[in-house]
């Protein structure tokens, strides 16, 4: 059989089992662009990438048990070649009998007008099997690639949101800064207010200064009164008992 008669078979293969199935994954992996692709899209592909799977686990088993007949058949064929070898010695001593020996290579026969068919329904199992494995490995990149488009939107908005909290710092700050500003002006209106305590704390002093130079002759009058007085009155507060008893006696005489 050629490839072309194999390939044909295959696609029918691919029909039968694959259904409805098929169409949905060439549509699928003809029109997902991950770029521009929604979660409902991704969730699709998911869902046709896991009915491929089990189209793929059902194409590999059905491929191992081809194989297995072939392998099975081949030892069959080798055995009996061998073993007919052998019976026309068996058939010429009367070991076995002709309709035996004829059953036997009937049966060697079949099975050798079989192998053909077996080697190609294994042929065609692993083509499907294969075929199915790069439907599958077409969708798992697919959304290996819508992922990694979404990893990196994922990371734009997170980008994007940490320059709008930037750019909200900045503008508080900015905020701040006006209301320093005010506060600024409102220093120099304290300020102003303080000069002018101070001017009239000066102005006080002043006044005080000039009553102080008003107030210097009572208190020097005073002074010289306090003098005159200490003169003619004796300062008793420091004579003993006996200078005083002294000055006592002396005014009595």
């Known amino acids: ?35 521009t692709a929604t979660e409902a899209d991704r969730d699709r592909l998911a869902d046709t990438l896991r009915s491929a799977a089990q189209k793929l686990a059902a194409a590999r088993s059905a491929f ?41 290579c009937d049966e060697l026969e079949a099975n ?20 199915l494995q790069k439907i599958v490995d077409a969708l798992s990149q697919q959304l290996a690639d819508f992922d990694s488009a979404a990893k ?28 320093l500003s005010g506060m600024r ?9 303080t000069r002018r305590a101070q001017k009239i704390a000066n102005e006080a002093e002043g006044m005080k200064i000039v009553s102080d130079i008003g107030q210097r002759p009572y208190d020097q009058a005073a002074e010289i009164e306090a003098i005159r007085k200490s003169v003619t009155q004796p300062d008793s507060g420091n004579e003993s008992a006996l200078e005083r008893l002294k000055r006592l006696s002396a005014k009595a005489a």
């Open 1 to 35: 059989m050629s490839n072309s008669n194999g390939w044909a078979l295959t696609a029918r293969l691919i029909s039968k089992h694959f259904g409805a199935l098929g169409d949905r994954v060439s549509e699928a992996i003809a029109s997902f662009d991950p770029e």
């Open 64 to 104: 191992n048990k081809e194989r297995d007949d072939v392998v099975r058949l081949r030892e069959l064929i080798a055995t009996d070649e061998k073993a007919a070898e052998t019976l026309g010695e068996r058939l010429a001593s009367g070991k076995i009998s002709e309709a035996t020996i004829n059953l036997f």
């Open 112 to 131: 050798r007008n079989r192998l053909p068919q077996e080697i190609q329904e294994e042929a065609d199992a692993q083509a499907y099997m294969d075929e």
């Open 152 to 179: 990196k939107a994922r990371q734009a908005l997170a980008a994007a949101k940490a320059q709008r909290d930037l750019q909200d710092v900045r503008a508080e700050r900015q905020e701040q800064l006006a209301s």
């Open 185 to 193: 002006g409102n220093t120099s209106a304290l300020n102003a207010l």
